[in-house]
């Protein structure tokens, strides 16, 4: 089945620094990736889409300078949030369809940043 | 807009009784919906999806759901619960392609009694 790793799985970094997550899809190619937050016991929040070769298109309300997305190529599309802070600190999760497929997403494993 | 309501925040059921889980959906369009779980500190995995045909779909794991239009429901069932099945289930609408965004529910999470 289809697969999607995300990397780093956790990561911890500092006050004013920036930390890139990774989302590869392994065995398939995915024009479209999404990028959630997620908040401790709560739902799945859509940040942006990530559209491949293209600019991402960000959820109301969401800092497109500090959550840079980039698509570069058909399997990897990669967040970087920037000067982090404390208030980033969340679960993030990212999600791709199958080029031509039906719909359904597959998940990425997630990663836990934690801004100190 | 789109919306997706699932009305238990927390259910507890014990091993080997059946399990129903609500989930109602608003949407424009012919609504695609799906179920995820989602174990602590992991990512989401899917369950099953509904987009035509046979209004019963079933799924992994022993799990099925029922779209009900007149309803506007996906209610996820399961006839006797595992212990392992204990985690976070997610109810959500979209469109059809893989372009399209979902909607997810606010969750119910599942505690198995033993």
């Known amino acids: 089945g289809a697969v999607v790793s995300q990397h780093p799985s956790r990561v911890i970094c500092k006050s004013g620094t920036s930390v890139k997550i990774e989302c590869r899809s392994l065995?398939?190619?995915?024009?479209?990736m999404f990028w959630y937050r997620q908040f401790p016991k709560q739902s799945l929040m859509l940040m942006a889409t990530?559209?491949?070769?293209?600019?991402?298109?960000?959820e109301q309300g969401v800092e497109k300078d500090k959550f840079l997305i980039n698509h570069a190529s058909l399997t990897l599309s990669t967040l970087t949030v920037t000067s982090a802070h404390p208030e980033d600190s969340s679960f993030y999760i990212c999600?791709?369809?199958?080029?031509?497929?039906?719909?359904?997403?597959?998940f990425g494993s997630g990663t836990r940043l934690t801004v100190v | 807009a789109q919306s997706v309501t699932q009305p238990d925040i927390h259910i507890t059921v014990s091993e080997g009784a059946s399990l129903e889980l609500r989930c109602n959906y608003s949407y424009g369009a012919t609504p695609y919906l799906f179920w995820y779980v989602q174990s602590p500190g992991q990512g989401l995995q899917l369950l099953l999806k509904y987009f035509s045909g046979d209004t019963l779909v079933q799924g992994i794991k022993g799990f099925e759901a029922e779209f009900k239009r007149s309803q506007s429901s996906f209610n996820l069932r399961k006839p006797s619960v595992h212990w392992s099945d204990a985690a976070e289930y997610f109810c959500a609408v979209g469109a059809r392609g893989t372009a399209s965004k979902l909607t997810f529910g606010t969750g119910t999470r599942l505690q198995v009694t033993l």
């Open positions: 990530s559209n491949e070769g293209s600019k991402a298109t960000y």
């Open positions: 065995d398939f190619q995915a024009t479209t």
């Open positions: 999600s791709a369809g199958e080029r031509g497929g039906m719909g359904g997403y597959t």
